[in-house]
């Protein structure tokens, strides 16, 4: 199965408990669609290049994961009807790509 990068924007004030439910709903949803959660990175609150549902700034985490391209959409949608889910991308990868990254940032310390 390929590998995808999802990343997700949520709303910056929105407590912890709120967003770990939301987390929480995109697990099962991807599990539910027969996929497979490699990493969960919360990079945390970023000020966005513009302005997005008149906020500067949002909640990034990014799921890697595994996942049959056919269930892909079904992800898809399911993270569109979330209401507090501000954007999204979904990115497939090269299967070795996400490993690569982890291996250099590792070895440089996440310097370039």
């Not at 939301?22 to 099962?28: A, G, L, S, T, V």
């Not at 027969?34 to 909640?59: P, S």
């Not at 959409?73 to 996400?98: C, H, P, T, V």
């Amino acid at each position: 199965m390929p590998l995808y990068e999802v990343t997700c924007i949520m709303p910056s004030e929105m407590n912890k408990e709120d967003r770990d439910k939301i987390i929480d709903k995109i697990k099962n949803s991807i599990n539910g669609n027969d996929g497979e959660i490699k990493n969960i990175e919360e990079i945390g609150i970023r000020k966005i290049a513009y302005e997005v549902e008149n906020a500067l700034e949002g909640f990034f985490i990014t799921f890697y994961l595994q996942m049959n391209p056919s269930q892909i959409e079904n992800l898809r949608k399911f993270l569109a009807s979330q209401d507090k889910i501000r954007r999204l991308m979904i990115i497939r990868m090269k299967n070795s790509s996400w490993g690569e990254k982890k291996k250099k940032e590792g070895k440089n310390n996440g310097k370039p």
